[in-house]
Nanobody
Framework: QVHLVESGGGSVQAGGSLRLSCVAS????????MGWFRQAPGKEREAVAT???????RYTDSVKGRFTISRDNAKNSLYLQMNSLKPEDSAMYYC????????????????????WGQGTPVTISS
């Protein structure tokens, strides 16, 4: 079982930056794939970035070059550095985790992840 708590969301102007954090608690969290997902009003939840180790990461095309996912296993923490933010990045952002042995680890799909945080809101104004 893994418990996830996100923080760091907020409201910024376009072009600004935010850093999201997610603290994980539970069994052997360092062995889990983790990811950031987002859901805007009226839209489906989508993958933003996922990470297994700091050398295996994946990003959705719209955030490549602007967002960076990283993790610190010693702190049981996951991060998402978001730069050059755009209004279309506005959404509720969720941290998620799945066992690294699960096919969901490479699915890049919300349905592939097992554990979810409550979300942190991000609003980007133009």
């Amino acid at each position: 079982q893994v418990h996830l708590v996100e923080s760091g969301g907020g409201s910024v102007q376009a072009g600004g930056s935010l850093r999201l954090s997610c603290v994980a608690s539970g069994d052997a969290t360092g062995t889990y794939c983790m990811g950031w997902f987002r859901q805007a009003p009226g839209k489906e939840r989508e993958a933003v970035a996922t990470i297994y180790t700091n050398y295996y990461t994946r990003y959705t095309d719209s955030v490549k070059g602007r967002f960076t996912i990283s993790r610190d296993n010693a702190k049981n923490s996951l991060y998402l550095q978001m730069n050059s933010l755009k209004p279309e990045d506005s959404a509720m952002y969720y941290c998620a985790a799945v066992s690294a042995t699960s096919p969901g680890c490479i699915s890049f799909s919300p349905s592939g992840f097992t554990y979810w945080g409550q979300g942190t809101p991000v609003t980007i104004s133009s």
